[in-house]
């Protein structure tokens, strides 16, 4: 009898001890952020989660977007996004105003009529020398940041607005440069964030 109590006590040590564990190995995982973007070269809506990295200096995310058949071709991107903060300027104690955060991400468009390259029989070697599928992105986000009490599960709500282009859109530009004006090569997005 003391041998199955003892036996039962220590199970249930060890068992609350790998639930402890777990449950920090899970609450690591949580996202620190989330977002809701309209726009942007990922799709007309996208949603987010990411994490803050070298104490909020930078961020790195995952975003799933789609545009609807009537609004171009149902698609489905798939976007990991850098975001670097390089500086935040506070405004009182509950607003903060990121004005300039370079941001760069691939993106990759899932679908039958996307590839990572163009097939060969179609095509001789070269004549389309980048992907369907996949694009690198470039650009710039502004960035507010409303504060709420430090000891809430939301820490704060952003808005932002961010400008990209890709490396088939530059490379466009540098070719046509005398016919197209340079502001023609970039995407504009505009999002939402709720920071925990």
Partial sequence: MLKKLTFSVLFALLLSNTTFAQSKFWKKLEPDQVNLQYAG?????????????????????????????????????????????????????????????????????????????????????????????????????????????????????SLYAEANTNDLYALSWFQNRTSTPFYRIFRLGYGVKMHF
């Fill in 41 to 157: 070269s990922i799709g007309f809506l996208s949603v987010g989660a990411g994490y803050d990295l070298f104490n909020e200096k930078a961020g790195l995310s995952l975003h799933v977007g789609y545009v609807p058949e009537d609004l171009g071709g149902e698609l489905t991107i798939i976007a990991v996004k850098f975001h670097y903060r390089p500086f935040k300027i506070p405004i009182g104690d509950k607003f903060i105003i990121e004005p300039f955060n370079p941001v760069f991400f691939p993106s990759y468009t899932l679908g039958q009529n996307f590839d990572f390259k163009f097939e060969k029989p179609k095509y001789r070697e070269g004549y389309y020398f980048w992907s369907s599928a996949l694009r690198v992105h470039l650009g710039a986000s502004t960035e507010v940041k409303v504060l709420s009490r430090p000891d809430a599960k939301i820490k704060a709500l």
